[in-house]
């Protein structure tokens, strides 16, 4: 059969106009898309001005399904998710776009910051923690140890809150040294409880070392010394700390009049705390100085020598003379003989019940209120926040 080439000229021009068509077809779907995108763009960015997030949300979605080569909605989307509390689909659309080969370094650099960031505010640190340490080495890198360090110390694991703080450290953007020796001082913790006190001394020496200023290593070494019965050396650690941090002397007032009873040298701790004490009126110092047989010297009077022996009402009525202090006229009143002597039992209850929340400790960061002094607040996780003195004090 001979082939009519007659069919072939008039086939091509209709596969022509037929392929002419179709592209006019695509052009006209892709700038249908293309409009639909940067509108529904447009219209989440302006539910979003005006803080409706959900609408908001319902139109990124939308841009993004005609559009799902653009990593910008897909970084805003995840930021409205995670703000939402909507961790889940935060993680999703974060891993979707970590999941995609074509995405530059930069930006998958950004999308595992924002998964890091996903799983903190969730609170699966474990799998924070992992997607953290993947950040080394980024222009993240130093916010990320910020967040590790934060992570270590909420879950007490003080060895790698250490290597943390010493990488921030080593940068020189901060200083980490006070934070570091509070690490030291955690593990010596750990170690003595343990039963190894060399290991916890060592510790120790470590922390006086990066922070010979701050009180707790030199707190803590004495504590160490009067448990191992070298009451000699933890009353020179803690003289050595009242000359270098003076205001902290009423979390120790206590422990130096043990040392120096201990010791025999009573005498020389209570010319320290009476002089102290006229620097700065604390019921702490107030009762170490009544322990040893003393009287407090008050500032308008720091030459005058105090009675030999005073009955311990009469320390409580020196302080309420300089300054006003429910807890010392409770104190008072406790050893003051009553006209009715059948009522002491119970005002002296209402005292106590009144003052309680004065002795306590207040964090000055977040407020929480604890009975003892927290060198790391359990409330807010921040170091250092709670002053030396108690409520009533403050």
């Not at 707790?216 to 160490?224: G, K, M, N, V, W």
Request: proline share 5%; aromatic share 8%.
């Amino acid at each position: 059969m001979d082939f009519d080439f007659s069919w072939l000229l008039l086939g091509l021009p209709l596969a022509f106009v037929l392929g002419w068509l179709a592209s006019r077809f695509d052009l006209r779907q892709l700038r249908i898309e293309n409009r639909q995108a940067p509108k529904a763009y447009f219209r989440g960015l302006n539910f979003l001005l005006n803080e409706q997030q959900d609408q908001a949300i319902d139109a990124f979605i939308e841009a993004v399904q005609n559009d799902p080569d653009t990593q910008e909605l897909h970084f805003a989307l995840g930021n409205l998710f995670r703000r939402r509390g909507e961790y889940q689909r935060a993680v999703r659309v974060h891993e979707h776009l970590l999941g995609r080969g074509d995405l530059s370094r930069a930006d998958r650099d950004r999308a595992q910051h924002a998964l890091a960031q996903d799983f903190l505010r969730a609170g699966l640190l474990d799998r924070a923690e992992a997607a953290l340490q993947k950040l080394e080495g980024t222009r993240y890198e130093n916010e990320a140890r910020l967040a590790l360090l934060a992570i270590y110390e909420r879950s007490r694991e003080w060895a790698q809150a250490a290597a943390v703080a010493q990488k921030l450290d080593e940068t020189e953007q901060a200083s980490y040294g006070v934070r570091r020796a509070h690490h030291l001082c955690e593990q010596s913790a750990e170690q003595a409880a343990a039963g190894d006190l060399n290991a916890a001394a060592q510790l120790l020496e470590q922390a006086v070392a990066l922070a010979p200023q701050a009180p707790r290593p030199a707190i803590d070494t004495a504590t160490l010394q009067l448990r191992n019965g070298d009451s000699a050396k933890a009353f020179e650690t803690l003289a050595a700390l009242s000359e270098n941090a003076p205001l902290a002397l009423p979390l120790y007032a206590a422990m130096l009049q043990q040392a120096s009873v201990a010791s025999q040298r009573a005498g020389e701790a209570l010319i320290l705390l009476q002089r102290r004490y006229a620097e700065s009126p604390s019921i702490d110092v107030l009762e170490a100085i009544m322990a040893l047989g003393g009287a407090p010297v008050l500032p308008e009077d720091t030459t005058s020598s105090a009675p030999a022996a005073p009955e311990p009402r009469d320390g409580y009525i020196a302080h309420l003379a300089h300054q006003p202090s429910l807890v010392a006229a409770s104190r008072w009143l406790a050893s003051e003989p009553f006209t009715h002597e059948q009522f002491h039992p119970q005002v002296q209850r209402a005292l106590d019940q009144a003052t309680r929340p004065l002795l306590r400790y207040r964090c000055a960061a977040c407020g929480f209120e604890a009975h003892q002094h927290f060198w790391h607040c359990p409330g807010c996780q921040a170091w250092d926040s709670y002053p030396p003195r108690r409520v009533e004090e403050l």
